[in-house]
């Protein structure tokens, strides 16, 4: 498929939403863009969500070197990165994991990242929720083995958390940790973090109530089985990615098995249409 982000940007097509939350103020162009925007209102807890792109047939990730970033699935889909983007100038938070993250090394998990060609719309659309900055990134990295230097820690264009445990602490202090970089260690667990563990450090560096989840496939499993996913944002691309017997192409959800016993059913809230791409929205209780 070729690459459709040199193509004109279409409005996205809506087919089906629900009236549920809050109406987003979305700037003239980002709402001729996506149409109408409702999130919750959370109160008594963050609101949770999450945002992936997956073939037809379930993979999210090539997992292979140079094309294991979402835009091989999507197409390199304009539309994808819009959505992607407004999703970013909404959070208060992204949360990766160092799969992700060395998956696309010189990346920021902001809006203007994504697609810079709507950075304006992004920046007003922020400051009319009240943001006066990106979106704290957060890293998660159980044996804290990633590179310091990379733009994310060593730009001071976002402030990023790591959480990490008590040995993989230890070992990025090693390096020198950039102002804009604070590091949390999990202390319950010498090797794994919970999801529920990631949430807690997060709610003390941060008040933010709209949180997303932007993987990898694992850590994503480790939300849903922790039942701590409220939304999930699914853009369907219009590809056939194959598998052989045992390759590493990743699908949605990795290191967790749910059904049938313990299946996670979601109630569809929201399609829209931008050209064969299907922007798929689902609420978890």
């Not at 992936?52 to 994808?80: E, Y």
């Not at 400051?127 to 060593?154: H, M, Q, T, W, Y």
């Not at 996913?229 to 369907?236: A, R, V, Y």
Request: with cysteine; aromatic share 6%; charged share 25%.
């Amino acid at each position: 498929m070729p690459r459709s982000g040199s193509a004109t940007l279409a409005p996205l097509k809506t087919l089906f939403e629900t009236k549920r939350g809050k109406v987003v103020p979305l700037p003239p162009k980002l709402a001729r863009l996506y149409g109408c925007l409702r999130m919750p209102l959370p109160r008594t807890h963050p609101h949770v969500f999450s945002n992936f792109v997956t073939t037809l047939d379930g993979v999210v990730s090539l997992n292979t070197k140079g094309h294991a970033s979402g835009g091989d699935i999507s197409g390199f889909s304009a539309q994808d990165r819009m959505v992607m983007g407004l999703l970013r100038a909404i959070a208060d938070v992204v949360i990766i994991g160092a799969g992700t993250l060395g998956a696309d090394s010189r990346h920021l998990w902001t809006a203007e990242a994504i697609f810079p060609k709507l950075a304006d719309e992004y920046r007003r659309l922020s400051k009319a929720l009240g943001k006066s900055e990106a979106p704290l990134n957060v890293i998660v990295s159980g044996r804290g083995e990633i590179d310091l230097r990379l733009p994310v820690f060593a730009s001071g264009k976002v402030q990023t958390l790591i959480i990490t445990t008590t040995a993989g602490a230890k070992h990025l202090l090693k390096q020198g940790v950039p102002d804009s970089v604070e590091v949390r260690a999990i202390r319950r667990s010498a090797s794994v973090i919970s999801a529920r563990a990631i949430l807690d450090e997060v709610y003390r560096v941060h008040p933010g109530k709209l949180i997303l989840v932007e993987g990898g496939p694992r850590l994503l499993g480790d939300f849903y089985a922790e039942r701590l996913i409220d939304e999930q944002f699914l853009t369907l691309a219009p590809q056939i990615a194959g598998r052989d017997d045992d390759d590493g192409r990743l699908s949605l959800v990795m290191g967790k098995a749910f059904a049938p016993g313990d299946a996670r059913w979601g109630r569809l809230t929201d399609v829209r249409r931008g050209g064969s791409h299907l922007f798929l929205r689902y609420s978890f209780p």
